[in-house]
C-alpha cells in the first residue's frame, strides 16, 4: 500500500535555487526516510528523522517533519546540476513490521 | 567496500521462461527485501525477509518467490514470468535495529518478459 505522497511530482528549478520536496502520510510512524534517485539506478538514503524530531540537517539538506499534520518537507540548498534526481520519502511504520511505505517521488530537474 | 549486488542487471525473456535475479549483500544485514518500480507508482515490495529461513509477502507478491537459505543471499524467483512482471527490480538490505535501519539498495535489474 502506498503511503507516502510527494509533492510536487515534478520540480524544475535554476541551479543556485533552494528547491523543496513535500511528503504526506497516513499513519503513525516510527521514522521518516528521504532517498534520492539517479535516472534508472539504486536509491541512495539521504536522511532519516524521528518521529520526535522535528528538523534534521545534513550538509545542503534540512527535513522537517510535523507529525500532527502527517507530512515533511525536504529542502535542499543551493542546488547544483548534480542533484538532478527523483526524490522519495519512505514511511516506516508503527505497524509496519519494518517495511517502508513509499510514496511515488518527485523528479527534481536543475537547470544550469 | 559495502555493497548489495543483483544479477543480471538486464534481462529479456518470453513468457513462461522460469527465472531467477540474484541478490547480494556484504554488510551481515538481516534484512533483504525485494522491490519493484513502475513508472508513476513508486516502489512496491514484493517479499521481505527478517532473517534466515524467515520470509514475509510484501504488496505485491503474486508472481513471485523468494527464499532466505543464507544471510547474504536473497534471490527472487519468477516461475512463470508474464509481460505484467516487466519492471525494474531493486533489492534492498539492512539492519533491523532501531538506528540502524537504513536502507541499501542494489543498482537494479531492468525485466523485459516478451
Known amino acids: 500500500s502506498q503511503q507516502g505522497e510527494e509533492d510536487p511530482q515534478a520540480l524544475s528549478i535554476q541551479e543556485g535555487e533552494n528547491a523543496t520536496m513535500n511528503c504526506s502520510y497516513k499513519?503513525?510512524?516510527?521514522?521518516l526516510q528521504w532517498y534520492r534517485q539517479n535516472s534508472g539506478r539504486g536509491l541512495v538514503h539521504l536522511i532519516l528523522?524521528?518521529?520526535n524530531e522535528r528538523e534534521k540537517h545534513s550538509g545542503r539538506l534540512r527535513v522537517t517533519l510535523d507529525t500532527s499534520k502527517k507530512s515533511s518537507s525536504l529542502l535542499i540548498t543551493a542546488s547544483r546540476a548534480a542533484d538532478t534526481a527523483s526524490y522519495f520519502c519512505?514511511?516506516?511504520?508503527?505497524?509496519?513490521?519494518?517495511?517502508?511505505?513509499w510514496g511515488a517521488g518527485t523528479k527534481l530537474i536543475i537547470k544550469p | 567496500e559495502a555493497q548489495v549486488t543483483q544479477n543480471p542487471r538486464y534481462l529479456i525473456t518470453v513468457t513462461g521462461k522460469k527465472l531467477t535475479v540474484t541478490c547480494s549483500q556484504n554488510?551481515?544485514?538481516?534484512?533483504m527485501s525485494w522491490y519493484r518500480q513502475d513508472p508513476g507508482l513508486g516502489l512496491r515490495q514484493i517479499y521481505y525477509?527478517?532473517?534466515?529461513?524467515?520470509?514475509d509477502k510484501g504488496d505485491v507478491p503474486e508472481g513471485y518467490k523468494v527464499s532466505r537459505k543464507e544471510k547474504r543471499n536473497f534471490p527472487l524467483i519468477l516461475e512463470s514470468p508474464s509481460p505484467n512482471q516487466t519492471s525494474l527490480y531493486f533489492c534492498?538490505?539492512?539492519?533491523?535495529?532501531?538506528?540502524?535501519?537504513?536502507?541499501?539498495f542494489g543498482p537494479g535489474t531492468r525485466l523485459l518478459v516478451l
Open positions: 525477509s527478517m532473517n534466515v529461513e524467515v520470509t
Open positions: 499513519t503513525s510512524i516510527n521514522n
Open positions: 554488510m551481515n544485514h538481516e534484512y
Open positions: 519512505a514511511t516506516d511504520s508503527v505497524d509496519s513490521n519494518y517495511q517502508l511505505i
Open positions: 528523522i524521528r518521529s
Open positions: 534492498a538490505s539492512s539492519f533491523l535495529d532501531r538506528g540502524r535501519e537504513t536502507q541499501y
